[in-house]
Each structure stands twice: as C-alpha cells, then as structure tokens.
C-alpha cells in the first residue's frame, strides 16, 4: 500500500447524461512517468480534475501518501504537492513570468520592518535558479505575452515547481508543440523523473507514452481497461485496448484522379497586423479528386494562407479562383456559397459558438437560407431535424443531444460537429487546418477516412497540418511551407518524410 | 438511497426554485428584490418608523392600491395612469441597453440619445402647430430616426476607428447635453421656467388632463407602444435571422466573422436600434411625461436602465416587469413621504438596494449552484 504516492479507488463522477469515470482505481508508484491513455471523452482529464482539486468524487476516494484525502480544492491540492500543468494555459499575458509564477504566493518582505511589499528582485532570483535547475531557462522578467507557446509551457511548469509540486499532471502537453519542442519537453519530464518527481501524463499520443512512460492506465468510456507496463506492451496493442478495436495507422485509400481545377492560388501575399509579410508569393492549385497538404513548422504562414482563400484574412497581393471565378475580394459569406467550406484552425474561438446548443451550431452556415428561415424570420423546426439528422449521420455524441450546449462537449465530438456542418455544405473546396489537433487515434482514423472520402467523391482538398505524419498518411500532392513560401511542391510518393522535414526546417531550397 | 432521496431537507425544497436552472430566470430576480425590501425594511425599522405601513403607502401613491381619500378629479385610476406614463420612457430606455447588450455591446449613451431626439422633435414638430394627428406619429418617427442616427454613429465609430462604445457614448452624452444647452438657451428658452418653451399639446404623446366620468387623467399613448415594441424585440431576438446575427455577434466575434456575418454591420445595426429605442425614450420623456426640457440637465433614465435591463434579465418582457416595479417605487414616495413620515429620498434608497441587489444576480446563482454541489457530493457520501 504504502507503495503508491497516490491512490484512486473505485472513482465514479457523474455529469448530466454522461458518467464521465465508473469504478476506476489506479495506483501510482513515487519516481514514475504514469501514463493515462484515452480517447476524447475517455474521462482522463475528470480523473486528474478530481486529483487537482477542480472536482470531487461522487463515489470513491484518494488516499495519497497512504492518507485519506477530500480534496476540495486547487489550493488544498497544491498543498498536498500536486500540480497540474493545464492544456489550455492559465497565464496573465501582461504579466512578467515571475509574476505569473508567484501570483497567489507573492512573497511579502517588509520594508523597513513595517511596510510590507511583495520581493520581486529576489523572486526573479529564485526562479531563475530554479529553471536552471530543471533545464527550462527563461528570462523571468519578460512579459508573457512576448512568449512563444513552448515558452509559456515553461512557465507553466514552473508555476508548479515554484509551490512545490512532487506529484506533477500534465494534461496533453504536447498537443499544441513543434516536433522539436515535443522532444525537449519530454526530455525535460524525463529529468523531473529523475529528480524524484511523480509524472502523471495525460495524453493520446502513442509514441510519446512509448518514449518517456513507465506504466500507462488505458480508459475507456470512463472505465479502466487495464495498466499495462509500458515496456512490454506493443504500440498496436495499446492503441487496440483505448479504442476498442484494431487501428490501422495507415488510411487505406485508392490512387487519386485529378480531375478538374478547382482552386488556383496565383502569387499570394498576405501581410500580418504590422505590415510584415507573413505569406509571400505563394503560387499553387488544387484538383478536384486531390487532397493537396501544406507541411511546415508552425507559424510560417500556412494557417494565413487557409484564413486568406476563406476570406478571413485580407489580400495584400495577388488572387484567387475558385472554379476559374475570382473570389479575391469577396465576402466570406460569398466565399461559402462559391463553394469553400473551412475547418478552422481553432475551433473553440472560431470554429463554434460555445454559448448555443448544438443545432444551431451545425446549422451555423445555412441558419439564413431557405428553408431554416424564410423572409428573415428562423424555422427552429427545422433547425432540430437538421441537426438529429447530422448526429445520425456523422454519429456526434452530446449529453442532450440537440439542446447540448457545445461547450459541454468533448473536443473530439466539437471537432465532429464541424466537420459534419462543413461536409454538408457539399462544396467544392474543403479546407481542414489541423483538422485532428487534440482529437483521439479513434477519431483521428475517422477523421482521415472522411477526408479521403469527399477527395473520392470529386472534392478538392486542401489540408494544413503541423503532423508530418499526417500528411505523409493521407495528401496526394505536398506543397512545404518556410518562413511564408512554398519551398517544393511534389506528389507525396515523390517525397520522403525526411525530404519534407529538410524542407520544413529551410535546410533545402528547391 | 432512495429513501434518502425522498426525504428532502425544508432549506432544500424552499431553495428548489432558485435551484432550477429553468426557473433561476425569475426566481433570481424576484429574491434579489425580496432581499433589497428586507434590508430597506431594516433601513426604514433605524429610522423608527413602521416598513410596512411605508412600503404600503409606496404602493398606494403609485395607483397599485387605493388611497385613503383623493383630490377632486381624481382616483386611484389616475395616480396608475400616471404610474404608466412614468413608466413608458423606462421601458423603451432599458430596451436600447438590453439590445446593445445581446451584441455584446454596452450603450451607456442612452440619456444623450434621448435628449437629442426629444430636442429635434421638440423643435421639428413640438413648436410646429401641427395638427395631432400627423404631429404624434411624427413626433415618434423623429425620436427614432435622431436616436437610431446617433446610436449608429457609436456603432460605426466602433467598427470603423474601434473606438470603444462606453468612450464615445459617455463623450457624446457632453457633446449632446452642452450643445442642445446652448441651443435652448439661446433660441427656445422660456424666460419664466428657464426651461425650453412648452411644446404644443397637439405634439404631445400623453394626453393630459382628459376629462372621462369625472375624472382628470393623463393618458400616456406611448404605453401601449412600449408593450408592443418590448413584444417586437423579443420576436426580433428570438426568431428571426437579424436577432441571430445579432446574438452571435455578442457571443463570440471571430466565430461570427467565420461564419460570414459582417460584424461591422451588426455592430452598427445593433446600435441603431437601441438608438432608436433610446430615441423612443427620449420623445416619450421631453415630449409625454414632460413637454418641455431643462437644458443642461440629462435625465437620469438613461443610467436607471442600465440597471433595470440587468434586473430584467436583458428580456423584454423582463425589462417591463422590472421598469414596472422600479417605477411604482419612484412614484409612490411622494405620498409615502407625506403619510408615513418618511424622507422621499429612502425611495430612492430601495431603488438603489434593489438595483444593487439585482446586480448580485449573477452571485446568487454561482452560490446556489454551488450549494447544490455540495448537497449532491453529501447525499452521495451519507448514501
């Protein structure tokens, strides 16, 4: 018993219309990397909530140091020395990182023994000792705002060594990194493990678990399929005991038939809020029948050129046809009845309205049209049918169907939700920007098939995605993008994923 | 289990109603207002004096309940009568706030609104000699039009300069409130008053001094607009594709520009129509309760509502219950000043506690629903 620093036993949490975790314990040993292993809306993330403090159990207890614990909130969790390093960071962006990190724990001096003040010199000091010590140096008197996304994750991370955290959770970690941040990331969780940290990682990627994790716990549907120690365990047969079945990991797909243009991209240039060009000159065209992918290192213009075919974006040289049409400078409601649908890059902020229920959600592109409305006034019936329709269809699951508020979902059903509205536009051009970040290996699958199967049914596609490997998977032709211009655009069996990479990096010119 | 669960705790079932999220819409109002009479109770109990009898005669001055005895000409008929005619400028002003609000927007410009449309329509139709009936239905249309134009300059001035709509409508309400000041000093004041000149009774939008069964009685018309314009904008919100643009627009902006609605549009259309809303208060206010207006001076209205549209929930129909309430209060301390002995300003006071209160709205409901939390997580342990 006294094995385990932490102890979950026989955990149940319900939410309206879901139980999120039944019956679940898990033990985890000091010094290890613990892995949790589920698809979206497995209840990871609710099993580690209870851990930090967010939520309490509705059946069930924690014991951790072989005590019984009621862990009522993030405070009390922070004393027990557990931290949890959110997906979505919790950081003030006019702040300094010192300041994020001792926000809530500022440490007070007095001056001249009377008037107290919080110690910033001496807590930049501390900080920067301490990231020293762990290998994440930053610079503790920048502002947040000023950082890259790795970097906050720094700081992050930092905020829960700075109070002490033994027992350390992070939740998806990786999702929104480059490849080469991921490695120095898990090389860092690798260090903290050595440094006598207990690690618990959420996460769905396979190899990263293979790479750094000790033992992994698979969920499913909320229940414990089984902890597996992660040495002896193949990558397939993990994979098989989070979805339920066997994955393929490779799409099956027949060659592609290019059949006419659709989507032709002439000497684009887009320049961001400062006047700098952020996409320059960038020529290419896309067939019906093909799925045409963007590969490149994140922020190097790709997402700006889907924002600017959308129309999200202003133009500051160059054109774009659609169907031999010029769409230019159309509106972006044009744009869509022209025939693009677009599956933005965020789709929380973008992408859904997470205020309104699901029906109004999928129905978010024609709500104006007949016939949910006619002369300016909505048909909610129809509303509803559209929308029992597309959960059918595309098989989105909620907790009240409909009427589910689509903030209470889960990421990968948001993402569904999307794609279904989208597909259903049956346009012509499909835009899907990393249509899979923070989605399961089930829906991943899915989600490509998908993708494939509207290039089958004579869509032109045009995918951007940081997943080199996702790209290698499923494009028929790939354009690599480097600092806001193509680099080389080839059919994918032309090119090998090192070939991509070289170019990604701007090691190789064409 | 069960048995546990059959056997509900009294604090649990006397909550239940605000527990309920379906309820929570009126039930949170109605216990903020309950609450701001318990503690103007308590204020009323410092000052020695009896809170019943005075929330009594409250209600009595406002028309709700009958007087003891009445003037010649009158009755409880024309103290209700003139309830509503206070009322009406309240309604179409917090109207204009909860229609910027569903856009996301905060339009505290509402007082200038108000004073520029009842300063053109004083002067375009007020001063004019028209007969009634094109004088009253143009009367409205100018207070529309001038409020929906300078609503829509806010609105534009946001989506064009991103000038943000509490900066230039708090500017605007200066601008407005000096300039028509100059103008009425200057042209149209009346040198006795020192107010503007009375506008014609031909423009006026309450009829005044109507003499039916022996009694002299204010009739506010633009009541019964106010009941059927709060009607319209709930239709409007609710069911139709420029109140869903509208909402989306106030929901989430980059969601909305991705999914083709023109922001900039909506931003000013929403602006224009509580412009227009405003405009509406402000025809109703110089040109119906009023006939004439004190320059230099904004009504306080146009900051009342801000609180009144909260307290009803930014819903129409909400909002008229509230201005409802909030108006019986206002009109009633007269008489409560005169009969219980209590200073007219404690009115003021419950208003105050009430809007205060209401504001509070969102609290109560974070409490209870965390309250029921806890009561569901001790069920489930004692089970």
Known sequence: MSDYIVEMKHITKRFPGIVANDDVSIGIKKGEIFALLGENGAGKSTLMSMLSGLYEPDEGDIYIRGEKVQISSPNHAANLNIGMVHQHFKLVPDYT????????????????GLFPYVDIRNANRKIEELSKNFGLEVDPTKKIADLTVSMQQRVEILKVLYREAEILIFDEPTAVLTPQEIDFLLGIIEGLRNSGKTIILITHKLEEIKKVADRCAVLNKGKLVDVLDVKTTSVNHMAQLMVGREVSFKSEKVPAQFKEEILKVEHLTVKNEDGFEIVKDVSFTIHSGEIFAIAGVADNGQVEIADAIAGLTKVSGGKIFLEGKDITNNSIRKRTETGISYIPE?????????????????ALKQYYKKPFSSRGILNKQEFEQFGHKLIDQFDIRSGQSIKTQVRSMSGGNQQK????????????????????????????ENIHNMMI????????????????????????????????????????????????????????HE | MSKNKMKKSLSYRLFWPIRNEKWQQITIPVASILISFIAAAIVILLLGKNPLQAFYNLFQ??????????????????????????????VFASLA??????????????????????????IIVGYSGLDAIIAKPLVLL?????????????????????????????????????????????????????????????????????????????IPLGFILAIIIAIFIKFLMDKTVVGFEIKAVGSNRNAAKYTGINVGRNTVLAM??????????????????????????????????????????????????????????????????????????????IIGLILLFSACGEYFKHKVSRLKDKEVDRKDSES
Request: hydrophobic share 45%; aromatic share 10%.
């Open chain 1, 97 to 112: 990182i010192t300041e994020n990190i001792i926000l809530g724990v500022e440490p007070i001096s007095k001056f001249v």
């Open chain 1, 346 to 362: 965020d789709r929380q902020s973008f992408g859904l309205f997470l205020d309104f229920d699901l029906s109004t959600n999928l």
């Open chain 1, 417 to 444: 939700a999307i794609i279904a509205r989208e597909i259903d536009l049956q346009s012509p051009l499909m835009i899907f920007v990393q249509p899979t970040r923070g989605v399961d290996i089930g829906a991943i």
């Open chain 1, 453 to 508: 199967q509207q290039r089958d049914q004579g869509k032109a596609i045009l995918l951007i995605s940081l997943e080199l490997d996702e790209i290698m998977n499923v494009a028929d032709t790939i354009g690599v993008i480097y600092n806001g211009q193509l680099q080389k655009i080839a059919s994918s069996e032309s090119l090998t994923t090192n070939e991509v990479g070289e170019y990604m990096m701007g090691a190789k």
């Open chain 2, 61 to 90: 001055g406002a028309g709700i309940f009958p007087k003891s005895s009445y003037a010649g000409y009158k009755s409880i008929l024309t103290d209700f009568l003139s309830l509503l005619n206070a009322m009406t400028p309240l």
């Open chain 2, 97 to 122: 706030v909860a229609v910027a609000l569903r856009a996301g927007l905060f339009n505290i410009g509402v007082s200038g609104q108000m004073l520029v449309s009842g300063f053109l329509a004083t």
């Open chain 2, 142 to 218: 100018v207070g529309i039009v001038a409020g929906g134009l300078m609503g829509g300059l806010v609105g534009w001035l946001k989506y064009r300069f991103n000038i943000h709509e509490v900066v230039s409508t708090i500017m605007l309400n200066y601008i407005a409130q000096y300039v028509i000041s100059f103008f009425i000093q200057m042209y149209y004041i009346d040198p006795i008053s020192r107010q503007s000149k009375y506008i014609s009774e031909a423009a006026r939008l309450t009829l005044v001094n109507v003499e039916i069964a022996n009694l002299k009685m204010n």
């Open chain 2, 272 to 349: 224009i129509i509580s412009g227009g809303l405003a405009g509406l208060a402000g025809v109703t206010y110089y040109l119906g309760y009023f006939s004439s207006i004190q320059p230099k001076v904004l009504s306080s209205i146009g900051f009342d509502s801000i609180a009144v549209a909260l307290l009803g929930n930014s819903h129409p129909i909400g909002i008229i219950f509230s201005s409802f309430l909030v108006s019986i209060i206002d009109q009633g301390s007269t008489y409560m000043s005169s009969q219980a002995g209590i200073r007219q300003e404690i009115a003021s006071v």
